[in-house]
Nanobody, 122 residues
Framework: QVQLVESGGGLVQPGGSLRLSCAASGRTFSSYAMGWFRQAPGKDREFVAAIARDGGATYYLDSVKGRFTISRDKAKNTVALQMNSLKPEDTALYYC???????????????WGQGTQVTVSS
């Protein structure tokens, strides 16, 4: 099992950057694939990015490729989402997620954080 706590959200202008961080606790953290989802007002939950257990493989929603980067630091038990060139449509509540199955982490992960709000507006 793993517990997840997100931080780093806030208000940013279009074209700006934010770095989200997810702190994980649990003795089996290194065995989990990690990911990020988001949910915008009035829209369905949407997958954003995922990273494999060893950090070697990553997967991104097409609309964020080249702008967002997911990474993990096993020594610190953290996963990050660097978001550059932010757009108003990126505005959402961002959730850190985890699952011990790579095939589920981008679809229906078992573990979720409480979310951190990202608002992109001028």
């Amino acid at each position: 099992q793993v517990q997840l706590v997100e931080s780093g959200g806030g208000l940013v202008q279009p074209g700006g950057s934010l770095r989200l961080s997810c702190a994980a606790s649990g003795r089996t953290f290194s065995s989990y694939a990690m990911g990020w989802f988001r949910q915008a007002p009035g829209k369905d939950r949407e997958f954003v990015a995922a990273i494999a257990r060893d950090g070697g493989a990553t997967y991104y929603l097409d609309s964020v490729k080249g702008r967002f980067t997911i990474s993990r630091d096993k020594a610190k038990n953290t996963v990050a989402l660097q978001m550059n060139s932010l757009k108003p449509e990126d505005t959402a509540l961002y959730y850190c997620t985890a699952d011990n199955d790579w095939l589920r982490v981008g679809v229906a992960p078992n573990y979720w954080g409480q979310g951190t709000q990202v608002t992109v507006s001028s």
